[in-house]
């Protein structure tokens, strides 16, 4: 029952409550007044049937006093003109059966002699024994039975009358029910298309009318107050949001703004890098030269202590020269335009190796390409120079045999390259250093010298491509160079594939 009514919309769980509880009232109310009606039927019964008794008794004292049955019958057919009564008899003073009467048609049970005073309810009659008195003498005894169609006839009708009053009010309580129904139904369905609403629209500024003063007005006042809270928060929330979005608008800008200032003053600083750097070579080849002369035209007249300091002049001379040479390569870096395009990097890798090819055949080296680099957009001379810094320094600062060189990448967004040598490795408290202009780890005509601009120039190009550079080492054993050329998806290499090479 419980189950049934459970999943039933509120509306119809209240009419269905309702019904049953009405109905089950009436039922009860209907079934106890059936039962105090059928024995209040029978205790009339009784009543009627003894006074007809008595009666009958009264007349037929006579009769039997003077010994004359036709009399006492003519009394007992008299009794036809109630049509219950199905027959009487009269016994005798000694329970002789003294006369009888029977209504046509029906078989009243006459007992052969009279039983004890009173009444007996039987399966379908009623039957009764009434002493005949003449003054204290009992001088016979009179039998009456009666139909009990007259009870079931009555009881028919009151249950009809019953059941037409259930009804009724059964319909009534239906109507009443339908309609005072929604006085708990309607603000529970208002609430519950409200809450659907708020979370279908994220409205939070709905709110349920109140309409009235219960319990479920104050779940009501509840629901719009846990609205108000959740629309204060959101609010809160929205303007905290926005604020944020402005801030972080104004330090875009700020940002862009610090960015456009710091390229120019990059590019300021490099403009005066190059243009000192050129004005330098002019007075310094100016140095070189006459120092040469000194060594040439007054070779008679310098002693060895002379000659030798010269020499160290000159040498210093050169030396002051390649740094300013790199220094001009690595300003004019930030001079000129990246000239971007779609580069296929093994094309460049094999120019790059072409070149060094000559160098690498007395050195033992061993160049290993596991698989094809991808295509990327950059610029093509630039990315060769990296390459072939790498790739030098991997052979230079390296006393293995053979030296080993693997370059390859590892897929993703951006692809990250590397440059893996099994040279001699770097301490890791040099990572840092390594990329800085002129920062040699090494005496100056250790392996091969060099000016220290190589990495500086890699790392410089590497950041104009928007990607970054990482070294990672094991002193005595290798280290590896990994770098990018773009950051995020918008340079975003696509692996090297000869059937799509055709099409693009
Ligand atoms: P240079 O090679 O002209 O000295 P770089 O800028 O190319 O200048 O390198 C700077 C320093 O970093 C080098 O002097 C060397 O000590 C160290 N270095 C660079 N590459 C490697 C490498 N592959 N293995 C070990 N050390 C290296």
Redesign the pocket.
């Known amino acids: 029952m419980r189950a049934l009514l459970r999943d039933l919309p509120i509306r119809r769980k209240l009419v269905v409550i309702l019904m049953i509880a009405t109905g089950g009232a009436l039922f009860l109310a209907g079934a106890g007044l059936l039962t105090l009606d059928y024995f209040r039927f029978r205790r009339e019964m009784v009543t009627d049937l003894t006074t007809l008794a008595e009666i009958v008794a009264q007349n037929t004292t006579a009769p039997l006093s003077f010994n004359f049955p036709e009399a006492a019958e003519e009394t007992l057919a008299a009794l036809g003109a109630k049509p219950s009564v199905l027959g009487a008899s009269v016994y005798g003073k000694q329970g002789a059966l003294f006369a009888k009467w029977a209504r046509e048609g029906a078989k009243p049970d006459f007992p052969s002699r009279p039983g004890p005073e009173g009444f007996e309810f039987r399966r379908d009659s009623l039957a009764l024994f009434e002493p005949v008195m003449l003054g204290d003498d009992r001088i016979g005894t009179v039998y009456v039975e009666s139909s009990l169609t007259e009870i079931s006839k009555r009881l028919r009708f009151r249950f009809l009358t019953m059941a037409g009053v259930f009804l009724a009010s059964a319909l009534a309580a239906l109507a009443l029910s339908a309609n005072l129904q929604g006085l708990i139904s309607r603000p529970v369905l208002h609430l519950s298309e409200t809450a659907r609403a708020v979370s279908e629209r994220n409205d939070y500024s709905l709110r349920v009318e109140k309409q009235s003063a219960d319990e479920l007005g104050r779940l009501v006042d509840a629901f719009n107050q846990m609205l108000s809270q959740i629309e204060e928060r959101d609010t809160e929330l929205q303007s905290a949001k926005d604020d944020l979005e402005l801030r972080v608008q104004a330090r875009t800008r700020e940002l862009r703004a610090a960015n456009v200032e710091l390229q120019q003053s990059n590019r300021e600083l490099d403009d005066f890098a190059y243009i000192a750097s050129h004005d330098l070579k002019e007075p310094l080849r100016g140095i070189h030269n006459y120092s040469m002369f000194l060594l040439e035209d007054y070779a008679d007249k310098l002693d060895a202590d002379g000659k030798s300091k010269l020499e160290t002049l000159m040498r210093l001379t050169r030396r002051m020269e390649v740094l300013i040479d790199s220094l001009l390569q690595y300003s004019r870096l930030g001079r000129i335009d990246l000239n971007m395009e779609e580069v296929d990097l093994n094309e460049v890798l094999a120019e790059v190796l072409e070149n060094l090819d000559v160098n690498f055949k007395s050195e033992q080296v061993e160049v290993s390409i596991p698989r094809p680099l991808p295509r990327v957009l950059g610029d093509r001379v630039q990315l060769g120079e990296i390459f072939h810094?790498l790739i030098v320094?991997?052979v230079?600062?390296n006393d293995s045999r053979p030296k080993r060189i693997e370059i390859g990448y590892e897929a993703g967004r951006p692809p990250v390259f590397y440059v893996r040598?099994n040279?001699?490795?770097?301490p890791d408290k040099h990572y840092d250093a390594?990329f800085r202009i002129f920062?040699?780890?090494?005496a100056r005509e250790k392996y091969g010298g060099?000016?220290?601009?190589?990495?500086?120039i890699v790392k410089k190009i590497v950041e104009r491509h928007n990607g970054s550079i990482r070294v990672e080492s094991t002193p005595g054993e290798g280290?590896t160079f990994h770098f990018t050329l773009a950051k995020g998806d918008s340079l975003a290499a696509q692996p090297t594939d000869p059937a799509r090479r055709g099409q693009s």
């Open positions: 810094n320094n991997g230079k600062y040598d040279g001699i490795g770097i390594i920062k040699r780890l090494h060099g000016t220290g601009a190589g990495l500086t280290t």
